[in-house]
């Protein structure tokens, strides 16, 4: 966007005060966006990085006017560790991504170092370890990737798809979801989906094939 490195958010803040931002996305399924809850609107990309491009949603047309930055941003983002048990299906970065983002861990009997896997079926399309950033905020963003039809074999999710959340703690299991604000479990490219997770009253998952 710029010659030089700036704060993701300051970049599109014009665009946050009049009420036409949506969300940002950038290559790797990263976002900005505004996540309620009294947290507000958070940004999981950090810095605009020149020679990267951004997807931007916006509600109307509109103009964003993007400044120089003398520089570099200085936020720093929690680092999304990454699952050694759940392996998504996809390489590299991914297409056309969806966020899948859960709140209120404290009180979802989840823990630090838990595994969660974001699945399309038994197609594994996004998955992350908790850490104790997470655990600290109590929310957690895991982008998941499409399948993006070059393949023979399917390598994302599909749209109208159910989603299904599994977790890992030495057993694996299948998630209670709460979807909240608006919206139905379900893959949609660019959306977001806001969900509360519980590990009461969940299925034991066994023979769990990412094929």
């Known amino acids: 966007p710029a ?11 014009a665009l946050i005060d009049k009420g036409l931002l949506e969300k940002v996305m950038d290559e790797r399924g990263y976002s900005i ?19 990267k491009g951004y997807l931007v949603k916006v509600n109307s047309d509109c103009k964003l006017t993007l400044q120089e930055s003398t520089s570099k941003s200085a936020i720093i983002t929690p680092k999304l560790l990454s699952s050694s048990y759940f392996k998504p299906v ?5 297409v056309n991504h969806m966020s ?3 709140v209120e861990l404290a009180t979802s009997g989840l823990h630090e170092g838990d595994e969660i896997g974001i699945f399309d079926g038994g197609i594994c399309v996004g998955a992350a370890t ?18 993006d039809g070059l393949s023979q074999k399917i390598n994302g999710y599909t749209t109208g798809n159910l989603i299904t959340v599994r977790a890992y703690n030495g057993s694996e299991t ?38």
């Open 100 to 102: 899948i983002n859960l």
């Open 130 to 147: 908790i850490g104790a950033d997470q655990m600290a905020t109590g929310t957690m963003s895991i982008p998941v990737s499409a399948n």
């Open 174 to 211: 299948q998630l209670k979801l709460d979807v909240q604000k608006s919206g139905v479990a379900r893959f949609n490219k660019g959306e977001s989906l806001f969900v509360k997770v519980s590990t009461d009253k969940v299925t034991a998952v066994n023979n769990i094939s990412n094929a």
């Open 3 to 13: 010659s030089g490195y700036q704060d993701g958010k300051t970049a599109v803040q």
């Open 33 to 51: 966006e505004n996540w309620g809850y009294g947290l507000g609107w958070q940004n999981g990309i950090g810095a605009f990085t020149p020679g």
């Open 90 to 94: 996809y390489t590299d970065n991914g």
